[in-house]
């Protein structure tokens, strides 16, 4: 059905009304769209972290072994003349032989001490096979495991051969002598590293690697073979550890330039900067640089450690560069184990960058094992280029006239290089190459705070920026730097640690170690921080006590318990939450804290945080209350008062209107339940005992006979409910075919029948309710037949003890907070939110199955006690009934399970032998236990074979039970903060599709604006039909799309009226004995939610419905708690009509402000209860003043009135602004019977309204005392709608009739016949709704038909 088709076309028509509506659209808050509804409340999946040095290593001895043999070249290299001669910057024929190997050897050694300045050096110079293996063998010997470092030059003995030997000299150097690379391998071990600066180097690594292979082998057959000469040796290290590097390939010859050192490659591993500087000067390019010479070079000032100066500044910056080169170059583990797990392989690798730049431009390519990817073109490498040349081109006037030395903008420009990556990069972007720049930055003063902000600024990005972070080695110079007192880097260093521990919480004990929890305990605890960093430092504390002895102990003592106490009532609600978190951490299982909160009264001030504005605070304040009273150390008196009274005080937040706050409530009780176990026991045995004796006035009314209605769709057609909360879980016994399969049960006997038109008004009755067996059958996990307590029998027990009605709880003589709180967790396991409710269920059944087994060995001995339960919970002993058996006479007064699968009888009948355990293991005695046993011990010596008893459920609480609320939060820290959220965003999908929305409204507000204008004289076009699943009892129209909800008892279906198609149809998952009485979508102009609302005052709410993803429910709370008891089953306003005296009830009405974000809720109740759904908590309740139902609400927003119908035909106003006692500003009585519909028009000069069962419609104003109009309409009325935009209203009665009206009386339409459907008669009408915009009237009647009517086509 198109509405006007060239008007949806036009781009013109009407901006400029549309852009206004757009606007109203863009100003309402949305409600139930915060992360807590979107998200699944549990801790990011944590990521492997292996930043970590599992092995940290240190290179402690090194052995310089020098060939050089003065003087006399080896026969296989024909030398250049002039040829290379220096060996470390040392020229051997400038003096004696002797002398000059001795001075190199030196040299050597000072040359490695500038990088590793703690091992011990030993030289060998010229040396024999036996002094080699005489050295190698010792220095293994003390290095134990740490790594050995072997410097081979062989400058004065032939190249290696291909057989792997290098040549060292005889005794009296006549002769030179193989050594196998094979021993070498042998007396060094592993881990070793192995340096060779000789020609042909490259055959050395191949040889190594063979030989090593080989080794292996051997192994693996020795392993086989026990006779194998290996066998007995001690297993030989393995080589994989070692590190090798050659000056050259297998088939290169050293570069022969004089210009170049002989030993080019040891200088460049050893004296890179010199190297490197020398290197510059004889490029080409270096004559742009004038006046710098070699001989200027040497004279460079200052020292390599030194970074003030420009030799030390030149050393930090190549440092900086090719660690980063290194680090974007190579996979990330290498990286890791070369160049952050030894410092001396790290400064050699770093060296060995260089040496492959240099060497590869004299055709000498430098050869690695691990070998490395080739890093001689990288582009850092010209930024490198770029600081020497400006460190050069200083160097005449800072020698010659002494003038200051300029630094060098390298690290500045690096920092701007990384801002510009963070700041214009896209989303999936490769890591920012001056990552390891940005560490080395942290190492001076100038820019540290700008790197440390631009640090924080990365990572924020999320968890892989903070891997990547920790990655290159940021950790100890975060760590270091909490030492520093400069107030100015207090924020960065907070945010930038709060990352950290949000992705790697290991990191509590480097923190605690290096007492830098007093860093955060001192930005805590300094009021001129901004609350945020004031969050954050309280974050990063509650990581290091989570769970963890010591960092409690050393916050302890650092006072922590008095600065959060001190700041709970921050008005910043993030840090309120998480200074109660960390409360909750530090005294979990941890007495001594629990004490000091205790001297605090730290309890009594967490109290306010109960009734906090922001559900994620209260939650918090539950858990550190709940974690205060599950402390397991001794008890004493007072300690037990302190348990009673925060038990008391958490009893009341039993209807909080937040599920994840009802979920840490029932883990805070269960905390106080492992507690007292005894005493719970005790309570739960009474309430076991007083269920069996006591029959519940069931609320569902016994059906009578002729009352069967049709069988519902089959179970294949209904839609799965996946749901975070997953609606008690579609694949468990309480399915969403609950009241499909097995329909003959306990209902309503064969169901397949027909109705008969003889039956006539009764055949409608929607509530053919089972008498006992209940939708909610059972819950939560798979071996459900194993739960003691069912879903009925704690639904039961709830009712039998709802009777002292909950609102006594506050204020009860101690001696029965057990029996109060065990009615609070027998409420939360009636819970409209299932994963409350499952906890809940657990909770109970733990205690439950610890009564039965402790109270049964009397009943094995035969002592006729009478605490003892008379049921028996051995799975082996029910008896399941067969599919069709009639049920047990006493099943309405009490059964202790009634699934719906597969219902085992409880209540056996008496010809039942008497009971006797069953000798499987099964029931284990219980005079086996010792009286006061742990709560999880299997007991004295059952085997694992028995792990199939109920035993198996005895660890439905466990001590540690929680529910991910910690690390849901924590999550925040760990997820952008900067970032502008998407909905923000201009740009984002998330904007442009809310964009749309509002566009469609403003088109719809419009389009059917100018249709009321036109005027509707007829309204029985029937545009939709379709039998609906089940009766329809409650209708509503979607606002905006051509979508309608049709609720039964106790499922929503979906249809699209335009395509006349099903969209959806799913279990609200409310208990068989209520039914839907109300629904409302809220958001309905953006992203709609459905909310349904059932008699006994639970309300639910959906999204994902009428689309291709499943339904979920975003949340559920008890609106009303203290819905009276009626008789819920009948129809409502028929059963009055049929016969006043029953006074039926109305169920549960709402009324929704999308304005304001309230919802306004009342029924079979004697207030109005309004609810804030920003905070999910109750504002207030006025009493109705009256001593009846409330049947209608109405309420306007800028008027700040509500309007209520009442059951007894008054109609009442409320001003909400005034006071519970002078609330009620006016009350109409002049309609004699049960007022169907009140409505307040939303017009500032709007009237109320009102219409009763009689069919009397009365129209008021406000100031006015009396009705200023009365029309009278049909008898009997059903239903009513009054349309907001047009003035038009709709009755439908039980004559099966509608008729439309407009304001002044006029009839406009009536319908008696569905068009096209053989002309069949309308049932009697169930409900009626108005579009709120279109002229459409849906109609819902007892046939199950569902039919929509609408103006003539023409006005459409």
Same mark, same amino acid.
């Given at each position: 059905?198109?509405?006007?088709?060239?008007?949806?076309?036009?781009?013109?028509?009407?901006?400029?009304?549309?852009?206004?509506?757009?606007?109203?659209?863009?100003?309402?808050?949305?409600?139930?769209?915060?992360?807590?509804?979107?998200?699944?409340?549990?801790? =990011?999946?944590?990521?492997?972290?292996?930043?970590?040095?599992?092995?940290?290593?240190?290179?402690?001895?090194?052995?310089?072994?020098?060939?050089?043999?003065?003087?006399?070249?080896?026969?296989?290299?024909?030398?250049?003349?002039?040829?290379?001669?220096?060996?470390?910057?040392?020229?051997?024929?400038?003096? *004696?032989?002797?002398?000059?190997?001795?001075?190199?050897?030196?040299?050597?050694?000072?040359?490695?001490?500038?990088?590793?300045?703690?091992?011990?050096?030993?030289?060998?110079?010229?040396?024999?096979?036996?002094?080699?293996?005489?050295?190698?063998?010792?220095?293994?010997?003390?290095?134990?495991?740490?790594?050995?470092?072997?410097?081979?030059?062989?400058?004065?003995?032939?190249?290696?051969?291909?057989?792997?030997?290098?040549?060292?000299?005889?005794?009296?150097?006549?002769?030179?002598?193989?050594?196998?690379?094979?021993?070498? #391998?042998?007396?060094?071990?592993?881990?070793?590293?192995?340096?060779?600066?000789?020609?042909?180097?490259?055959?050395?690594?191949?040889?190594?690697?063979?030989?090593?292979?080989?080794?292996?082998?051997?192994?693996?057959?020795?392993?086989?073979?026990?006779?194998?000469?290996?066998?007995?040796?001690?297993?030989?290290?393995?080589?994989?550890?070692?590190?090798?590097?050659?000056?050259?390939?297998?088939?290169?010859?050293?570069?022969?330039?004089?210009?170049?050192?002989?030993? /080019?490659?040891?200088?460049?591993?050893?004296?890179?900067? !010199?190297?490197?500087?020398?290197?510059?000067?004889?490029?080409?390019?270096?004559?742009?640089?004038?006046?710098?010479?070699?001989?200027?070079?040497?004279?460079?000032?200052?020292?390599?450690?030194?970074?003030?100066?420009? /030799?030390?500044?030149?050393? @930090?910056?190549?440092?900086?560069?090719?660690?980063?080169?290194?680090?974007?170059?190579?996979?990330?583990?290498?990286?890791?184990?070369?160049?952050?797990?030894?410092?001396?392989?790290?400064?050699?690798?770093?060296?060995?960058?260089?040496?492959?730049?240099?060497?590869?431009? &004299?055709?000498?390519?430098?050869?690695?094992?691990?070998?490395?990817?080739?890093?001689?073109?990288?582009?850092?490498?010209?930024?490198?280029?770029?600081?020497?040349?400006?460190?050069?081109?200083?160097?005449?006037?800072?020698?010659?006239?002494?003038?200051?030395?300029?630094?060098?903008?390298?690290?500045?420009?690096?920092?701007?290089?990384?801002?510009? @990556?963070?700041?214009?990069?896209?989303?999936?972007?490769?890591?920012?190459?001056?990552? %390891?720049?940005?560490?080395?930055?942290?190492?001076?003063?100038?820019?540290?705070?700008?790197?440390?902000?631009?640090?924080?600024?990365?990572?924020?990005?999320?968890?892989?920026?903070?891997?990547?972070?920790?990655?290159?080695?940021?950790?100890?110079?975060?760590?270091?730097?909490?030492?520093?007192?400069?107030?100015?880097?207090?924020?960065?260093?907070?945010?930038?640690?709060?990352?950290?521990? $949000?992705?790697?919480?290991?990191?509590? $004990?480097?923190?605690?170690?290096?007492?830098?929890?007093?860093?955060?305990?001192?930005?805590? $605890?300094?009021?001129?921080? %901004?609350?945020?960093?004031?969050?954050?430092?309280?974050?990063?504390?509650?990581?290091?006590?989570?769970?963890?002895?010591?960092?409690?102990?050393?916050?302890?003592?650092?006072?922590?318990?008095?600065?959060?106490?001190?700041?709970?009532?921050?008005?910043? %609600?993030?840090?309120?939450?998480?200074?109660?978190?960390?409360?909750?951490?530090?005294?979990?299982?941890?007495?001594?804290?629990?004490?000091?909160?205790?001297?605090? +009264?730290?309890?009594?001030?967490? &109290?306010?945080?109960?009734?906090?504005?922001?559900?994620?605070?209260?939650?918090?304040?539950?858990?550190?209350?709940?974690?205060?009273?599950?402390?397991?150390?001794?008890?004493?008196?007072?300690?037990?008062?302190?348990?009673?009274?925060?038990?008391?005080?958490? $009893?009341?937040?039993?209807?909080?209107?937040?599920?994840?706050?009802?979920?840490?409530?029932?883990?805070?009780?269960?905390?106080?339940?492992?507690?007292?176990?005894?005493?719970?026991?005790?309570?739960?045995?009474?309430?076991?005992?007083?269920?069996?004796?006591?029959?519940?006035?069931?609320?569902?009314?016994?059906?009578?006979?002729?009352?069967?209605?049709?069988?519902?769709?089959?179970?294949?057609?209904?839609? +799965?409910?996946?749901?975070?909360?997953?609606?008690?879980?579609?694949?468990?016994?309480?399915?969403?075919?609950?009241?499909?399969?097995?329909?003959?049960?306990?209902?309503?006997?064969?169901?397949?029948?027909?109705?008969?038109?003889?039956?006539?008004?009764?055949?409608?009755?929607?509530?053919?309710?089972?008498?006992?067996?209940?939708?909610?059958?059972?819950?939560?996990?798979?071996?459900?037949?194993?739960?003691?307590?069912?879903?009925?029998?704690?639904?039961?027990?709830?009712?039998?003890?709802?009777?002292?009605?909950?609102?006594?709880?506050?204020?009860?003589?101690?001696? =029965?907070?057990?029996?109060?709180?065990?009615?609070?967790?027998?409420?939360?396991?009636?819970?409209?939110?299932?994963?409350?409710?499952?906890?809940?269920? !657990?909770?109970?059944?733990?205690?439950?199955? !610890?009564?039965?087994?402790?109270?049964?060995?009397?009943?094995?001995?035969?002592?006729?006690?009478? +605490?003892?339960?008379?049921?028996?919970?051995? !799975?082996?002993?029910?008896?399941?009934?067969?599919?069709?058996?009639?049920?047990?006479?006493?099943? *309405?007064?009490?059964?202790?399970?009634?699934?719906?699968?597969?219902?085992?009888?409880?209540?056996?009948?008496?010809?039942?032998?008497?009971?006797?355990?069953?000798?499987?293991?099964?029931? %284990?005695?219980?005079?086996?236990?010792?009286?006061?046993?742990?709560?999880?011990?299997?007991?004295?010596?059952?085997?694992?074979?028995?792990?199939?008893?109920?035993?198996?459920?005895?660890?439905?609480?466990?001590?540690?039970?929680?529910?991910?609320?910690?690390?849901?939060?924590?999550?925040?820290?760990?997820?952008?903060?900067?970032?502008?959220?998407?909905?923000?965003?201009?740009?984002?999908?998330?904007?442009?599709?809310?964009?749309?929305?509002?566009?469609?409204?403003?088109?719809?507000?419009?389009?059917?604006?100018?249709?009321?204008?036109?005027?509707?004289?007829?309204?029985?076009? #029937?545009?939709?039909?379709?039998?609906?699943?089940?009766?329809? =009892?409650?209708?509503?129209?979607?606002?905006?799309?051509?979508?309608?909800?049709?609720?039964?008892?106790?499922?929503?279906?979906?249809?699209? @009226?335009?395509?006349?198609?099903?969209?959806?149809?799913?279990?609200?998952?409310?208990?068989? &004995?209520?039914?839907?009485?109300?629904?409302?979508?809220?958001?309905?102009?953006?992203?709609?939610?459905?909310?349904?609302?059932?008699?006994?005052?639970?309300?639910?709410?959906?999204?994902?419905?009428?689309?291709?993803?499943?339904?979920?429910?975003?949340?559920? @709370?008890?609106?009303?708690?203290?819905?009276?008891?009626?008789?819920?089953?009948?129809?409502?306003?028929?059963?009055?009509?049929?016969?006043?005296?029953?006074?039926?009830?109305?169920?549960?009405?709402?009324?929704?402000?999308?304005?304001?974000?309230?919802?306004?809720?009342?029924?079979?109740?004697?207030?109005?209860?309004?609810?804030?759904?920003?905070?999910?908590?109750?504002?207030?309740?006025?009493?109705?003043?009256?001593?009846?139902?409330?049947?209608?609400? =109405?309420?306007?927003?800028?008027?700040?009135?509500?309007?209520?119908?009442?059951?007894?035909?008054?109609?009442?106003?409320?001003?909400?602004?005034?006071?519970?006692?002078?609330?009620?500003?006016?009350?109409?009585?002049?309609?004699?019977?049960?007022?169907?519909?009140?409505?307040?028009?939303?017009?500032?000069?709007?009237?109320?309204?009102?219409?009763?069962?009689?069919?009397?419609?009365?129209?008021?104003?406000?100031?006015?005392?009396? *009705?200023?109009?009365?029309?009278?309409?049909?008898?009997?009325?059903?239903?009513?709608?009054?349309?907001?935009?047009?003035?038009?209203?709709?009755?439908?009665?039980?004559?099966?009739?509608?008729?439309?009206?407009?304001?002044?009386?006029?009839?406009?339409?009536?319908?008696?016949?569905?068009?096209?459907?053989?002309?069949?008669?309308?049932?009697?009408?169930?409900?009626?709704?108005?579009?709120?915009?279109?002229?459409?009237?849906?109609?819902?009647?007892?046939?199950?038909?569902?039919?929509?009517?609408?103006?003539?086509?023409?006005?459409?």
């Amino acid at each position: 059905m198109k509405m006007d088709a060239e008007l949806l076309h036009s781009p013109v028509v009407g901006l400029a009304e549309e852009e206004e509506a757009d606007i109203s659209d863009w100003n309402l808050p949305l409600a139930f769209m915060k992360k807590r509804h979107s998200e699944k409340i549990e801790g =990011s999946k944590a990521l492997a972290q292996s930043w970590r040095m599992k092995d940290r290593m240190k290179t402690v001895s090194v052995a310089l072994v020098l060939c050089l043999n003065v003087g006399v070249d080896p026969p296989d290299v024909v030398k250049t003349s002039p040829c290379a001669r220096l060996e470390c910057w040392i020229d051997p024929l400038s003096m *004696s032989p002797q002398k000059a190997l001795e001075t190199i050897g030196a040299n050597l050694q000072k040359q490695y001490e500038n990088w590793q300045p703690r091992a011990r050096y030993k030289q060998s110079l010229d040396p024999t096979v036996d002094e080699v293996k005489k050295l190698c063998t010792s220095l293994r010997r003390n290095a134990k495991e740490e790594r050995v470092l072997f410097h081979y030059n062989g400058h004065g003995v032939p190249r290696p051969t291909v057989n792997g030997e290098i040549w060292v000299f005889n005794k009296n150097y006549t002769q030179y002598i193989p050594l196998s690379i094979y021993d070498l #391998q042998t007396w060094m071990g592993s881990p070793s590293i192995f340096v060779y600066d000789c020609s042909n180097a490259g055959i050395i690594v191949k040889s190594f690697k063979q030989f090593a292979l080989q080794r292996e082998q051997e192994l693996e057959v020795a392993a086989i073979n026990p006779n194998h000469p290996l066998a007995q040796m001690p297993l030989p290290p393995s080589m994989k550890n070692c590190i090798q590097l050659a000056a050259c390939e297998a088939s290169e010859l050293l570069p022969m330039n004089p210009d170049l050192p002989a030993d /080019l490659f040891t200088s460049c591993l050893t004296t890179p900067i !010199k190297v490197a500087l020398r290197w510059f000067c004889m490029q080409k390019s270096a004559k742009l640089v004038p006046g710098v010479t070699l001989d200027l070079i040497e004279k460079i000032p200052g020292r390599l450690n030194d970074r003030r100066t420009p /030799l030390g500044e030149l050393n @930090w910056i190549f440092t900086a560069i090719t660690d980063t080169i290194a680090w974007n170059v190579l996979p990330r583990d290498l990286f890791q184990k070369l160049f952050r797990q030894d410092l001396l392989v790290a400064s050699l690798f770093r060296n060995f960058l260089l040496a492959e730049r240099i060497m590869r431009s &004299y055709n000498c390519t430098p050869v690695s094992s691990p070998r490395l990817p080739p890093t001689y073109m990288h582009a850092m490498w010209q930024a490198w280029d770029l600081a020497v040349d400006i460190c050069l081109s200083q160097l005449p006037t800072i020698i010659e006239e002494g003038t200051a030395f300029r630094h060098s903008p390298f690290f500045a420009e690096q920092l701007t290089a990384f801002q510009v @990556w963070l700041t214009m990069g896209v989303e999936n972007r490769n890591p920012p190459e001056q990552l %390891p720049i940005v560490l080395q930055v942290l190492l001076s003063q100038v820019h540290r705070l700008r790197a440390l902000d631009l640090l924080g600024r990365f990572l924020d990005l999320g968890p892989w920026a903070v891997s990547l972070a920790l990655s290159v080695g940021i950790f100890p110079y975060v760590l270091k730097l909490l030492q520093s007192s400069a107030r100015e880097l207090r924020p960065l260093l907070v945010f930038i640690w709060a990352k950290i521990l $949000a992705v790697d919480s290991s990191c509590q $004990a480097d923190l605690v170690k290096d007492n830098g929890h007093k860093y955060f305990l001192s930005v805590l $605890a300094d009021p001129y921080m %901004p609350a945020e960093h004031r969050t954050m430092a309280v974050f990063i504390l509650a990581v290091i006590v989570n769970s963890y002895n010591i960092g409690q102990e050393a916050c302890l003592q650092g006072n922590l318990i008095a600065i959060c106490l001190e700041q709970l009532n921050d008005p910043h %609600p993030l840090l309120r939450q998480w200074v109660a978190i960390c409360l909750g951490r530090i005294w979990q299982n941890f007495d001594s804290a629990r004490w000091c909160g205790v001297r605090d +009264s730290a309890h009594e001030k967490l &109290y306010s945080l109960l009734s906090d504005p922001i559900p994620e605070v209260r939650c918090a304040a539950v858990f550190a209350l709940g974690t205060f009273v599950g402390n397991s150390a001794e008890r004493t008196d007072h300690s037990t008062t302190i348990d009673h009274n925060v038990a008391m005080m958490l $009893a009341q937040l039993i209807n909080d209107g937040s599920p994840i706050v009802r979920k840490e409530l029932v883990v805070a009780l269960s905390h106080l339940v492992v507690q007292y176990e005894s005493n719970f026991c005790t309570v739960a045995l009474q309430f076991m005992e007083e269920e069996k004796n006591y029959a519940v006035p069931s609320p569902a009314i016994p059906t009578e006979p002729g009352n069967q209605s049709q069988v519902r769709e089959s179970p294949a057609r209904m839609r +799965s409910v996946s749901s975070y909360t997953n609606i008690r879980a579609a694949t468990t016994t309480r399915n969403l075919n609950k009241s499909l399969q097995n329909l003959n049960l306990s209902e309503e006997g064969d169901r397949c029948t027909p109705p008969s038109p003889a039956v006539g008004s009764v055949a409608f009755s929607p509530g053919n309710l089972s008498t006992s067996s209940s939708a909610s059958s059972t819950l939560g996990s798979p071996d459900n037949d194993e739960y003691i307590l069912s879903f009925e029998t704690i639904d039961k027990m709830r009712r039998v003890s709802s009777y002292s009605s909950l609102n006594s709880l506050i204020g009860v003589s101690f001696n =029965s907070v057990y029996t109060q709180i065990w009615r609070v967790l027998l409420h939360l396991a009636a819970d409209p939110f299932p994963e409350v409710s499952d906890l809940a269920m !657990k909770v109970l059944n733990s205690i439950a199955y !610890k009564a039965t087994m402790n109270a049964r060995p009397q009943k094995i001995s035969g002592s006729l006690t009478q +605490s003892a339960p008379a049921s028996p919970t051995s !799975k082996g002993t029910h008896i399941h009934q067969a599919g069709g058996s009639p049920p047990m006479p006493s099943a *309405s007064s009490s059964s202790l399970t009634n699934e719906v699968p597969k219902p085992p009888a409880r209540e056996l009948p008496p010809s039942r032998p008497p009971y006797t355990p069953p000798f499987s293991g099964q029931a %284990p005695h219980s005079h086996q236990f010792q009286r006061h046993r742990k709560m999880f011990d299997k007991g004295p010596d059952q085997t694992a074979d028995d792990s199939d008893e109920p035993g198996g459920h005895r660890n439905f609480i466990s001590t540690t039970m929680q529910t991910g609320l910690c690390d849901w939060s924590a999550k925040y820290f760990a997820q952008p903060v900067m970032k502008m959220p998407e909905e923000h965003d201009v740009e984002s999908q998330v904007r442009k599709e809310r964009e749309w929305r509002f566009l469609r409204n403003a088109r719809v507000r419009r389009q059917s604006q100018r249709i009321m204008q036109r005027g509707i004289t007829r309204l029985d076009d #029937q545009i939709f039909i379709n039998r609906n699943p089940g009766v329809p =009892s409650v209708v509503k129209f979607h606002p905006f799309n051509p979508c309608i909800a049709v609720a039964d008892k106790d499922s929503i279906c979906f249809w699209d @009226w335009e395509k006349g198609e099903r969209l959806d149809y799913f279990y609200n998952g409310n208990p068989r &004995y209520t039914r839907i009485t109300a629904m409302e979508y809220l958001n309905g102009h953006d992203c709609s939610l459905l909310l349904t609302a059932t008699d006994d005052g639970a309300l639910r709410i959906w999204k994902n419905f009428a689309d291709q993803k499943n339904p979920e429910m975003v949340t559920a @709370w008890q609106g009303l708690s203290d819905m009276l008891p009626t008789t819920r089953g009948l129809a409502r306003r028929v059963s009055i009509y049929l016969d006043r005296s029953k006074q039926g009830g109305a169920g549960m009405v709402v009324d929704w402000e999308q304005e304001t974000g309230l919802l306004m809720t009342s029924g079979d109740v004697r207030v109005i209860r309004i609810w804030d759904t920003e905070r999910e908590m109750k504002v207030q309740d006025f009493p109705t003043g009256a001593d009846s139902c409330v049947t209608s609400l =109405s309420c306007d927003p800028h008027r700040s009135l509500i309007v209520a119908g009442l059951g007894d035909g008054s109609v009442r106003v409320y001003d909400r602004r005034m006071g519970p006692n002078e609330c009620r500003i006016m009350t109409y009585r002049e309609h004699g019977a049960w007022v169907v519909k009140a409505h307040l028009q939303k017009e500032t000069e709007g009237r109320i309204i009102s219409v009763s069962v009689n069919g009397d419609v009365r129209f008021f104003e406000p100031r006015m005392l009396d *009705s200023v109009n009365v029309l009278q309409t049909v008898k009997g009325l059903t239903a009513l709608d009054i349309h907001p935009q047009a003035n038009l209203f709709a009755c439908g009665s039980m004559n099966q009739f509608i008729a439309v009206y407009s304001s002044n009386g006029d009839v406009i339409s009536n319908i008696k016949y569905y068009d096209g459907f053989m002309g069949q008669r309308i049932g009697a009408i169930s409900c009626l709704a108005f579009h709120p915009y279109w002229p459409h009237l849906a109609v819902g009647s007892n046939d199950y038909y569902m039919s929509i009517y609408s103006a003539e086509k023409r006005l459409r």
